[in-house]
């Protein structure tokens, strides 16, 4: 059974960039959500995805948008960085009504 | 809304000694919880969950986790820690079973010492 894979594992951008941060959800599961991680912090929930629609979004402006592919792999994109968005970025995957989320390495961003 | 506390961002046990890592809960409605943990430049790991069945908790690699409804507690525990228990531990909620957002502690870096 294949986890949860994410890329690319490291990120350097700089300040005003576009950056699409990628993840390929387990064998079997339909649902993803994405989490930002700061540096000595709890993971924070970004927004998740069941079968390519956004279902839920946690407190983060319009400029951190998703999509959710047939494949249920999924995309996370930022526009226009600040440095604030410095952070490990995880996907985490479920199959919607019965299990809980399972985690990739994530992505860490740094922003220059 | 949900969220959870997590008491003590530092904990130091001896090998061999019990873990004890706490977690406290506030939802208005019945809870999932949760208890992940994180390996350096990992990410997270789930070691067990609670969804309503029995109330005390037993998940992967020795750890284990009562629900306390009267004291809205969800603590970790461990009878005998090991040195690759070393991580830093997060305690969650959600509203449903694990597919609405989970919100997380600021989580507790657990030491061992040899």
């Known amino acids: 059974e294949t986890g949860v894979t994410q890329s690319p594992t490291h990120l350097i951008k700089t300040r005003g960039q576009q950056v699409t941060l990628r993840c390929s959800s387990q064998s079997g599961h339909n649902t993803v959500s994405w989490y930002q991680q700061a540096l000595g912090q709890g993971p924070q929930f970004i927004f998740q995805y069941y079968r390519e629609e956004e279902n839920g979004r946690g407190n983060f402006p319009p400029r951190f948008s998703g999509l959710q592919f047939p494949n249920y792999s999924s995309e996370l994109n930022v526009n226009a960085l600040e440095l604030d968005d410095s952070a490990l970025y995880l996907c985490?995957?479920?199959?919607?009504?019965?299990?809980?989320?399972?985690f990739g390495d994530g992505t860490r961003l740094s922003i220059l | 809304a949900q969220s959870v506390t997590q008491l003590g961002s530092h904990v130091s046990v001896s090998e061999g000694a019990l873990v004890l890592l706490r977690c406290n809960y506030s939802?208005?409605?019945?809870?999932?919880l949760f208890w992940y943990v994180q390996y350096p430049n990992q990410g997270l790991q789930l070691l067990l969950k609670y969804t309503s069945a029995a109330t005390l908790v037993k998940g992967i690699n020795g750890f284990e986790a009562e629900f306390k409804k009267s004291e809205t507690s969800f603590h970790l525990t461990k009878p005998s820690a090991h040195m690759s228990d070393a991580a830093e531990y997060f305690c969650a909620v959600s509203d449903r079973f694990g597919n609405e957002k989970l919100t997380f502690g600021t989580g507790t870096r657990l030491t061992i010492i040899p």
């Open positions: 985490a995957s479920s199959f919607s009504g019965n299990q809980p989320q399972h």
């Open positions: 939802s208005s409605v019945p809870p999932y």
